[in-house]
């Protein structure tokens, strides 16, 4: 009645009416069965009362301690008003699993506290267990909550548990009613002790005991929360030490929608002479369980879903022990932030999409990794979900760092019928929805089905797009990754972001484009994004890149899967606008392509729009162009052969626009033949010619002509493949800058412009412009002190080179992030 749930004022009420009610010395008669292994003790409390002196009577004698053991019937009272004062009671009963059966389920008070005097009651059960049978015990609601030794409890009633190694107790803790603590297991035995205060009514224990199998630690200790709460728990013997090498386990049951932290409230670690002190974690979600911790560190937080965590102790110095002793608390509480906001994705207007929500790849490390998932309808949570079009989804996030998720978006457009899908164009754009979302897009991949030999593909950027190369590498947020999806043709055609010269792409066949974000920034760049992609009239080059440079701003161009080289027997071409009044020079950033072939020809033709005039250069066995400028319009096609491997063909060029000014005329000094001779050349360039190939047939407009038998044939005989270098290497040249000035002094009569036939050129000494007139090949690369090597840049984070690579080749072990691991939106097979 009284007093049931409070604290010490109600404890008072119940004294003074319990006292009142009481009509003074009461007789009591306990009665306790033979065989029941229960002891009895009455015995005066601490502290004692010295002021009235208070006797049990028994047999009319007045004594202070009254033992009634198993079997025996006692009659007694006391000799005084309030005896709850001065005395106690303690009920012992001893259960011997070890010699028979263990009598299991719902513990009872005995004797049954309506028979026994209204004094503070203390009930023990001492359970002795062999070593491989688990104790469990099992609390009912409101279950209990751990306190600290020496704590009281709100309404007086406190459990004291305890434990044995060997012959040795260990306290496991002490216990209130009302918290999360459900089960305690442990093995060897048990003692626990019920204290119930005299003016409690409880006539029940509380608690049942079933046997488990071993646990093989010293104890395990359930906690459930049902709702948001905090538990504060602690290590056996706390604040005394954690018994030597022991291993003790909490277990969480948390409900899904809510999220545990802990954290270590007060710990002390000993020395260790073997083994490591630590606390190690099964969390739901994490891939590295257990996670394994020092006491030291920061302990996890947000996790979602059941959880358990073990305190393992060492060998202590026997010297010099030091104690291992924990506190910590675990606080349960709604998620944060982000988890109660829904989002809704609204795919039902779309086809053939998907959208997977997931983990980002981690770096295998022992880093702790909190559960991290996306609920649908606040209700399923996962740690990878995935929405598909044709529906509207809810979402939301149990997260503490959304950054640990991305996006990947998949949609596939095709188009089958030739006739309906000629001319038809579609924008690739990625949906709002996604871009509302507070985790990153990583990649939207749409992947455009094109009727085999029939049509092919033009991409078309809203913004003219810059090829990445490590020259000149994207500063973007995002990028456009375009691949083959042709199955068997492993060929990416780069990487691409707004910004650039490069007005269309075209492609023979399949692609995927896949857009591809480096940065939290992109929701701020979306707007830069934008492409459309139409079916055009079916051409045979692998892909034809439209480039209309600006002035001044160096465009760097790269072959088609320039790392691993263009695949054999396939042909690409770079159609370079030169507006009127431009001049563009077209700079080779290598001397040789390196391409050896094992069968076919691999050859370049450069060939200028308006007259069509055209130089062919095998790219197998000679030195590639040096710089050349050229006033109008020109084509630059390769053709590959198939290549010995490891001998791949890529190219990598420059363009530079200036405006054709008169202002760099040069003289330099040349010297022939070892004596000195020194010609004055005011206004006139030396430039040699260079064996050349003109176009003989008068057809052929597009790159597609000359390429149509793509790869090996070329439209001229193979014999009159330009040699290597030139036998003499005695000459020495003038070089002198801006050819374009006198450029139609060594153009042939059909205005093709001829390339200086040369062999050495000296350290050019006269003013230099964007194009260098002598190009130190290797050394002249890149304004930068960048190497040379095809390494990634480094100094650029936005896109490392070994990303968008990875890309198309997911088995690419050069980056530290698996980043397909889980995700493969280009692989070539669909
Ligand atoms: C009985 O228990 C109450 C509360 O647990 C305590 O305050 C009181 O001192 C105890 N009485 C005796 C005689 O030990
Ligand atoms: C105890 O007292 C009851 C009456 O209160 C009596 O019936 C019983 O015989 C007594 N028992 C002993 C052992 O004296
Ligand atoms: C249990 O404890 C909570 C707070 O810890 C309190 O709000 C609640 O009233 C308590 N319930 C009982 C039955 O003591
Ligand atoms: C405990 O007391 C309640 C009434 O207060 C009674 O219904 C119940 O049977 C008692 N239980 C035991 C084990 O004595
Ligand atoms: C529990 O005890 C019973 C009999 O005492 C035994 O048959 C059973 O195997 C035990 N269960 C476990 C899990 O130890
Ligand atoms: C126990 O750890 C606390 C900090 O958690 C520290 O202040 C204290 O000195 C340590 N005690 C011992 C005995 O190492
Ligand atoms: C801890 O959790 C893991 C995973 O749920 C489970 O395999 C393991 O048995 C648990 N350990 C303990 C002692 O509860
Ligand atoms: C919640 O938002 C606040 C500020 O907006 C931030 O400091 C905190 O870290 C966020 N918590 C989580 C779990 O994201
Ligand atoms: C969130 O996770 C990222 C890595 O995924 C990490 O770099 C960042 O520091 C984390 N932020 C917080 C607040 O934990
Ligand atoms: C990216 O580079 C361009 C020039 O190439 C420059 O204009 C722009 O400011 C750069 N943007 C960022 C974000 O660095
Ligand atoms: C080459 O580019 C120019 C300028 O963009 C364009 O007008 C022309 O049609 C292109 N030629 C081909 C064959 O695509
Ligand atoms: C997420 O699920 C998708 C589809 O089931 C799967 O392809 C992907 O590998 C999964 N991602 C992770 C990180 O498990």
């Known amino acids: 009645m009284a007093g049931q749930n409070c604290g010490a004022t109600i404890a008072l009420l119940g004294v003074l009416l319990l006292g009142a009610a009481r009509p003074g010395a009461e007789a009591s008669e306990i009665a306790l069965p033979p065989g029941s292994d229960i002891t009895v003790l009455i015995k005066p409390g601490t502290p004692a009362l010295p002021l009235k002196p208070c006797y049990i009577i028994h047999n009319k004698r007045q004594l202070t301690t009254l033992i009634i053991r198993s079997g025996e019937k006692v009659n007694f009272s006391f000799n005084c008003q309030n005896p709850e004062k001065h005395f106690v009671i303690e009920t012992q009963k001893s259960i011997d699993c070890m010699s028979g059966p263990c009598p299991f389920g719902e513990v009872a008070l005995q004797p049954s506290t309506s028979v026994l005097p209204t004094l503070n009651r203390t009930f023990i059960w001492d359970v002795r267990a062999h070593k491989s049978i688990g104790l469990e015990l099992q609390f009912s609601v409101p279950r209990l909550r751990q306190v600290a030794p020496g704590v009281s409890c709100p309404d007086g009633v406190t459990y004291t548990i305890s434990g044995r190694i060997d012959a040795t107790v260990v306290r496991i803790g002490t216990f209130c009613s009302n918290g999360t603590v459900s089960r305690i297991k442990m093995q060897e035995g048990v003692k626990m002790a019920l204290h119930l205060p005299w003016f409690h009514k409880r006539n029940f224990s509380g608690f049942s005991i079933a046997n488990r199998s071993s646990i093989k630690r010293l104890c395990i200790i359930e906690s459930v929360f049902e709702d948001e709460g905090s538990a504060t728990l602690m290590s056996a013997n706390y604040p005394d030490g954690f018994p030597e090498d022991e291993l003790m386990t909490w277990q969480f049951v948390v409900p899904p929608h809510l999220r545990a932290s802990v954290s270590f409230l007060h710990f002390n670690v000993s020395n260790c002479e073997k083994k490591e002190e630590r606390v190690e974690y099964y969390i739901p979600g994490s891939t590295t369980n257990p996670e394994v911790f020092k006491l030291g560190d920061k302990q996890p937080g947000n996790m979602a879903g059941n959880f358990n965590l073990s305190l393992q102790g060492c060998d202590q110095d026997a010297q010099n022990p030091g104690v291992l002793r924990l506190q910590f608390q675990v606080l349960v509480q709604h998620p944060q932030n982000e988890s109660n906001k829904i989002y809704v994705v609204d795919l039902s207007n779309e086809q053939a999409m998907s959208l997977t929500i997931e983990p980002r790849p981690i770096r295998l490390s022992r880093k702790f990794v909190p559960g991290c998932f996306v609920c649908l309808e606040s209700r399923t949570c996962s740690t990878n979900l995935t929405l598909t079009s044709g529906s509207k989804h809810r979402i939301s996030f149990l997260c503490d760092n959304l950054t640990r998720l991305w996006v990947n978006a998949e949609k596939t457009i095709s188009c089958m019928d030739q006739r309906y899908c000629y001319k038809r164009s579609y924008s690739l754009q990625v949906p709002g929805d996604i871009l509302q979302l507070p985790v990153q897009l990583h990649d939207f991949s749409w992947k455009v089905l094109v009727p085999k030999d029939r049509l092919s593909l033009a991409l078309l950027p809203a913004q003219k797009l810059q090829q990445h190369t490590s020259e000149k590498a994207c500063n973007t947020s995002f990028s456009y990754l375009v691949a083959s999806t042709v199955p068997g043709q492993d060929l990416y055609f780069g990487s691409f972001c707004p910004g650039g010269s490069i007005r269309q792409i075209q492609v023979k066949q399949n692609i995927s484009v896949t857009l591809r974000t480096f940065a939290p920034g992109f929701q701020q760049e979306a707007s830069r994004q934008g492409l459309t992609v139409s079916f055009i009239p079916y051409f045979k080059e692998e892909g034809v890149f439209t480039v209309t440079p600006d002035t001044k701003s160096k465009v760097y161009l790269r072959s088609p899967n320039w790392d691993q080289g263009l695949p054999s027997l396939t042909s690409v071409s770079w159609n370079i606008t030169v507006p009127s009044g431009q001049v563009a020079c077209l700079t080779f950033l290598k001397e040789r392509t390196g391409v050896v072939c094992q069968t076919g020809r691999a050859f370049m033709i450069i060939q200028e729009q308006r007259t069509r005039a055209e130089e062919v250069f095998s790219l197998e066995d000679e030195v590639l162009p040096k710089p050349s400028f050229h006033h109008h319009s020109f084509w630059v096609n390769i053709s590959n052969c198939s290549p010995v491997s490891g001998k791949q063909l890529d190219l990598f060029f420059w363009v530079l626009l200036t405006p054709r ?30 064996k050349k190939k003109k176009k003989t047939t008068s057809k052929g407009l597009s790159v597609g002509v000359y390429n149509g038998n793509v790869n090996t044939q070329m439209p001229m005989q193979p014999k009159k493949f330009p040699k290597g270098r030139k036998d003499s290497d005695s000459h020495e040249y003038a070089v002198i800058d801006d050819t374009m000035v006198y450029g139609h ?7 093709s412009f001829q390339r200086p036939e040369v062999d050495t050129y000296r350290p050019f000494l006269g003013p230099m412009g964007d194009c260098p007139p002598s190009p130190p090949l290797t050394g002249s690369r890149a304004p930068t002190a ?25 088995n690419n072990g050069n980056t530290d992030i698996p980043l397909l691991d889980t995700h493969k939106p280009s692989e070539p097979e669909e």
């Open 745 to 751: 002094l060594l153009q042939d009569s059909n205005g």
């Open 661 to 690: 000014t008169i202002d760099l005329t040069v003289i330099v000094s040349v010297i022939v033949g070892g004596a000195a001779l020194l010609l004055v050349a005011l206004g006139l360039i030396i430039c040699l010619v260079r």
């Open 786 to 810: 960048k190497l040379t090597t095809d390494q990634p840049s480094s100094s650029v984070p936005a896109e490392s080179e070994s990303e968008p690579y990875t890309f198309s080749h997911p």
